[in-house]
């Protein structure tokens, strides 16, 4: 027989954690989080460096500083978890199944679900680099497991594919740890992460940056020995006679997050292919009614901050929906990205209440100019796509502008790319 419980999450890292607390907290009397790893937290406790909670909690804070103060308030609340619990399986009626050494075989009945599942790594092989397999090849997020939870250094000269934040804070720390890095290569004109990670990781340290740049072959038979590095043309292919070779022990590869929703489409939940996370309105419901998704499972966000207070929100809709048996759809307004927009989340919104909307530009500019349906919203001295947009929207005003059916967001640059 089914367990039932009122609010399931999937997932223990930051959007799980924080949804958990907020079904709580909205009035859900079982909250269960369900997770594969031993403990909660998800990558929290690798994550070493500063940078967490400047917005949450308004100070400077490490990941497993960050980490413990929401563990603490879901354990106080009373929230449940399953460890080292594995969910195999979620239908559209919200049945779970899962699986564990520890409790055997499960299958939960839940009034409402949290998808939480957060993004992994792209790694080598959907990038297609040619060469040899040899040792020395890892994600960034791998590398920063061996050296800040294991206490292990995987090489000593390095070479970083791809300038997500990840990648560059990893150029940081194996600088610190001693080791060379001799460049981050990045295939894009512009960075891929944060500024301030730019700034204080690559140029405070001396790390050079090769923009417009790729691998394009790994050298090696049981080890790394060197990487060729090649500048690409506007379509991103590799110029022939531009190739030179960088010797190094390490490749590390930081380009790029995918959202895990292998467990949304097996329930049948519609995906953004901009965003490569579930199509959500303002509530964070799913198309499948009583599921709901928040944090980096929907899109990737650059701070730790934005994941715990976008599954909030969803952990606060999935109590209402337990408790009063649905929650109606905000899907009066389809919201769709124009010009210089790459996404915008939520994709369906009222259009009668305040919403927050998320999104990100195609490419960088100055003098950058938010229209929401056809309205000027607010002035930008720059926007990066490597940086989220974030834009309160007044309800209030949507009614007086009459916007109806369709919501179209543009960024108009005026002081060209």
């Not at 909205?26 to 690798?46: D, H």
């Not at 000269?157 to 940081?172: E, F, K, P, T």
């Not at 650059?302 to 209402?320: I, K, M, N, P």
């Not at 009066?332 to 990205?337: E, F, S």
């Amino acid at each position: 027989m089914a367990e039932r419980v009122d609010v399931a999450v999937i997932g223990a890292g930051p959007a799980g954690l924080a949804a958990a607390i907020a079904a709580r907290e909205r009035g859900a009397e079982r909250v269960l989080i369900v997770e594969r790893a031993e403990q909660l937290g998800g990558l929290l406790p690798q994550c070493i460096h500063n940078g967490f909670g400047l917005l949450y909690f308004g100070r400077d804070m490490t990941g497993p500083e960050y980490e413990k103060a929401f563990i603490g308030r879901a354990q106080s609340l009373g929230v449940e978890a399953r460890l080292e619990t594995m969910v195999i399986d979620l239908d559209a009626e919200r049945g779970i199944t899962a699986v564990s050494r520890r409790h055997g075989y499960m299958k939960f009945k839940p009034g409402a679900v949290v998808l939480a599942m957060g993004c992994r790594e792209r790694a080598r092989g959907a990038l297609g680099i040619p060469g040899t397999r040899p040792a020395g090849v890892m994600t960034a997020g791998t590398c920063q497991r061996f050296v800040n939870v294991e206490g292990y250094m995987p090489g000593s000269r390095y070479v970083i594919l791809g300038s997500g934040d990840i990648g560059m804070i990893m150029a940081r720390r194996l600088t610190l740890e001693g080791a060379k890095v001799e460049a981050v290569v990045e295939i894009m004109p512009w960075p891929g992460g944060l500024i301030r990670n730019e700034v204080q990781c690559l140029h405070d340290f001396g790390i050079p940056l090769l923009l417009e740049h790729t691998v394009t072959f790994i050298h090696g038979e049981e080890r790394v020995e060197g990487v060729t590095v090649s500048r690409v043309d506007a379509e991103r292919r590799p110029i022939a006679g531009t190739e030179k070779l960088f010797p190094c022990d390490c490749l590390l590869i930081s380009a790029g997050l995918i959202p895990e929703n292998e467990l949304s489409r097996k329930a049948g939940v519609e995906l953004d292919p901009a965003t490569g996370g579930p199509v959500v309105d303002q509530n964070r419901q799913t198309v499948v009614p009583g599921i709901f998704a928040g944090g980096n499972v929907v899109q990737v966000h650059d701070l730790v901050d934005w994941v715990s207070w976008e599954a909030e929100a969803a952990g606060r809709s999935a109590a209402a929906y337990a408790d009063k048996g649905r929650l109606k759809a905000a899907t009066g307004v389809r919201v769709v990205p124009g010009k210089n927009i790459k996404y915008v989340v939520p994709q369906y919104v009222s259009g009668k209440d305040d919403v927050t909307l998320h999104m990100r530009v195609e490419r960088p500019g100055l003098k950058a100019t938010v229209k929401v349906g056809g309205v000027l919203w607010k002035r930008y001295r720059t926007v990066r796509p490597s940086e989220m947009i974030i834009l309160e929207v007044k309800g209030q005003a949507m009614k007086e502008a009459g916007i109806k059916g369709e919501l179209v967001v543009d960024c108009e640059l005026r002081g060209g790319d």
